[in-house]
Nanobody, 116 residues
Framework: QVQLVESGGGLVQPGESLLLSCAATGFTFSNYVMSWYRQAPGKERELVASITSRGGSTNYADSVKGRFTISRDNAKNTVYLQMNSLQPEDAAVYYC?????????WGQGTQVTVSS
């Protein structure tokens, strides 16, 4: 059974950090490009960051470059998103996704709230 389970979301103040994790089961994790998306209320879903199957290449949305870092541990079937200097505009539900050719899986999401 395929599962992507995100964790690490929560409430933080502006300027603080969070580490999101996404644990994958039920498929060959090391074959898949992993990404983090986010969606805030009333806004379109946004691709935040992606990492290739072996971690050799990453991409970031301009809005998070220099503050967020995506990484993966293929031995643990886990992808991470380190988020630093969080701002209110980063508040959203963050989703982990896995993509390989025409197959795509999504997690259930984890809420990130940034408020003073």
């Amino acid at each position: 059974q395929v599962q992507l389970v995100e964790s690490g979301g929560g409430l933080v103040q502006p300027g603080e950090s969070l580490l999101l994790s996404c644990a994958a089961t039920g498929f060959t994790f090391s074959n898949y490009v992993m990404s983090w998306y986010r969606q805030a209320p009333g806004k379109e879903r946004e691709l935040v960051a992606s990492i290739t199957s072996r971690g050799g290449s990453t991409n970031y949305a301009d809005s998070v470059k220099g503050r967020f870092t995506i990484s993966r541990d293929n031995a643990k079937n886990t992808v991470y998103l380190q988020m630093n200097s969080l701002q209110p505009e980063d508040a959203a539900v963050y989703y982990c996704t896995a993509r390989y050719i025409r197959t795509e899986y999504w997690g259930q999401g984890t809420q990130v709230t940034v408020s003073s």
